[in-house]
């Protein structure tokens, strides 16, 4: 038998947004894994006193990845875990977690390290792998979101049919996911309200800034009855960033008044000191715009870049050929195959 996934969890309160800062894991990747210590720490503590009260950090790919990737973080997951027990009294803080990257023994041991929610990551396509995972957390008492990645690649009915099954594993919010940074307002609200009147069950918002639209984007999935949102300080994270966390308490400010628990000028006094200064790895805009617009997802620009030089084709437009093709989980031979047809009828 399945757990209900309609009650609301126990340390959030009803009506209000809550907003789930991930800077010390989305953001992640825009320091090549590198927060260090004293970063960890600064934002947890600043974050904290702003009124944010769900906390993800670890590795942009979840746990285990570090060692699973070979792309390993300054500050191990073990280590992680201590920071943010010691630092936080108020907040709960969770982790990332894709199955296959990560093992049911890595959940484990981070609930033993005294994670309080986890945020378990499938592409929309195949959800079931997200179960096992779901069924473990809920065991351990953990606040247990599933997060549909590329949500974009399927329809409205597809969406209501994978965040059914999540629900039916337990999940006590799902979120969906514009990994691509490529949906508009209008399609963000009517889809969160499609959804959200198809399955009981709170939804969040997971957004990309390929288009400039991430905040605009985040409030129009609250405008469709999201309950939760993602956001970073001053934006951070994989590609084009995030929905910001400083803008996004100051709409949420504007918009319900008094009613919102954010600190937004303190959180903005913390982008600036602490996120703002960090080196950063260079993001090429032109790649992303275009990403957005062809809603393929950054973690292929590699591989499409290789193949377009190789066939002496132009990147952006094989991109988009790739796009019309596969964009969920395109193969090295696919792109080379559409590639090789763009150069043969050059001539």
């Known amino acids: 038998m399945k757990i209900s996934s309609t009650e609301t969890p ?4 009803p009506g209000v947004v809550e907003l ?25 503590v600043g974050l904290e006193r702003s009124g944010i009260r769900l906390i993800e950090l670890g590795h942009g790919l979840g746990l285990n990845a570090a060692d699973a990737l070979g792309k390993p973080t300054l500050v191990p ?28 023994t890595d959940l484990k041991q981070a609930i033993a390290g005294g994670m309080r929610f986890v945020r378990v990551g499938v592409d929309i396509t195949d959800t079931a792998p997200a179960e096992e995972f779901v069924g473990l957390a809920r065991e351990h008492g953990l606040q247990t979101f ?18 059914r099954d999540c629900a039916r594993y337990g999940a006590e919010s799902v979120y969906l996911v514009d990994s691509v940074g490529g949906f508009l307002p209008t399609e963000v609200t009517e889809l ?22 991430a905040n605009a984007n985040a409030l129009a999935a609250v405008e469709g009855g999201a309950r939760y949102v993602d956001t970073t300080l001053d934006g951070i ?14 709409i949420l400010e504007g ?20 996120v703002r200064p960090l080196p950063r790895l260079h993001d090429d805009r032109i790649y992303q715009v275009v990403g957005g617009l062809t809603q393929m997802h950054s973690s292929f620009f590699p ?41 043969a009828h050059r001539f």
């Open 303 to 343: 591989l499409i870049t290789k193949c377009a030089k190789a066939e002496g084709v132009d990147v952006f437009k094989l991109m988009a050929a790739v796009a019309e093709s596969e964009r969920v989980r395109p193969s090295e031979d696919l792109v080379r195959e559409i590639a090789g047809s763009l150069a």
């Open 237 to 250: 994270g994989r590609g084009a960033g995030n929905t910001i966390t400083e803008a996004f308490a100051a």
């Open 146 to 163: 599933i997060n549909l990645m590329k949500t974009n690649v399927l329809d409205t009915a597809g969406v209501i049919s994978a965040v």
């Open 77 to 104: 997951d073990e280590r992680s875990f201590e920071l943010a027990s010691e630092t936080l009294r108020e907040a709960s803080w969770g982790m990332f977690c894709i199955p296959g990257i990560a093992k049911l």
């Open 20 to 44: 789930l800062d991930c800077t010390l894991r989305d953001g992640s990747y825009s320091v090549d894994f590198q927060f260090t210590e004293q970063t960890i720490r600064r934002v947890l």
């Open 255 to 274: 918009r319900v008044g008094d009613a919102t628990p954010y600190d937004y000028q303190e959180l903005a006094r913390l982008s600036e000191t602490v």
């Open 10 to 13: 126990s340390n959030t309160v």
């Open 192 to 213: 969160f309200q499609h959804v959200g009147e198809a399955v009981p069950v709170p939804l969040g918002f997971h957004g990309h800034d390929n288009l400039g639209l």
